[in-house]
Every structure is written in C-alpha cells, then in structure tokens.
C-alpha cells in the first residue's frame, strides 16, 4: 500500500520523481512500473495499471444512461495518461494534466493505499493546512462507522 507524504521538484519539462518507498510498492506488489494518471478533485490521482484496469471494470459496469455519470466517466477516462517510470524513478505529466492541478515546480506526493495523489504544494498547503487536522476530528465518527 502507498503511504507517507513526500514533497519534489518538477523538472522544466514536467518529470516528478517518484519515492523510492512508491517505487518498491510497485515492483513487489504490482509487477510493474506503469502508472496511470488522470485529474481529480484539486490535484491528479496516480493509479497502478493493475488498479486501473479494476477501476475500469467498475466503471463499465455501471449503466451510462444518467447524463451526470457519463460526463464523470468522460471527464475521468478522457485525461488518462499511461506514465512509465523512467530508468530515473521519474514520471512525466502531460501539460494538460500539470495545467489543471496547477502544477508549476513544486509538487506534494501522498499514498492513499492503492493510489497516489499528486498536488502542488501551493494547493495542497490551502486545502491540507491548519483546518485539516480539525476536519480529521470532525470525521472521526464517519471512520468509526467503517469500523476504523
């Protein structure tokens, strides 16, 4: 599982280094090296090709009908990138996906068990900064309800 927060510099030409803690997640339980990445929320969300595919199923599965699911199943699989790590530990994020986080140089890199979220830092200092630990509390009666 993906844990722990780790802040990195983007290169000019959009190259983030992933941890090496991530990085061994991903040959020893995934096998693989491939991330698919995609916008969510404030900040990109990197899924493993192996949790992607599940997401994929998921996603298929649900009738597309409502006009509000198939515009979030547009939005969410049209911004898909396939991003190998590089012989460097490296990913490359498209202008496109780095645009609409608002990522410029520097970037926060959060496990979120089987994915990893990637923000600026500008933007996760706003949304993550003193109100957070006070939401935490606030929601730790919908934790205990999951049995946490």
């Known amino acids: 599982m993906f844990r722990g927060?780790?802040?990195?510099t983007m290169t000019k030409t959009g190259r983030v280094s992933i941890p090496s803690?991530?990085?061994?997640?991903?040959?020893k339980k995934?096998?693989?090296e491939t991330f698919v990445i995609t916008?969510?929320?404030r900040c990109l969300i990197a899924y493993p090709m192996r949790e992607w595919n599940e997401l994929e199923k998921?996603?298929?599965?649900i009738s597309i009908?409502?006009?509000?699911v198939t515009s979030s199943i547009r939005y969410l699989m049209g911004n898909a990138v396939d991003c190998p790590i590089d012989n460097q530990?490296?990913?490359?994020?498209?202008q496109s996906l780095r645009s609409y986080a608002a990522i410029e140089t520097e970037v926060v890199l959060v496990g979120m068990l089987k994915k990893i979220e990637i923000w600026s830092k500008e933007i996760w200092e706003k949304e993550n900064g003193s109100g957070a630990f006070e939401t935490f509390i606030?929601?730790?009666?919908?934790l205990a309800g999951y049995g946490l």
């Open 138 to 142: 606030q929601s730790r009666e919908v």
């Open 21 to 27: 803690k991530f990085r061994e997640v991903c040959r």
């Open 39 to 41: 916008n969510f929320d």
């Open 30 to 32: 995934y096998s693989d």
């Open 65 to 68: 009908t409502d006009s509000e």
């Open 58 to 61: 998921k996603l298929s599965k």
């Open 5 to 8: 927060r780790y802040e990195h």
């Open 89 to 94: 530990g490296r990913v490359l994020i498209p």
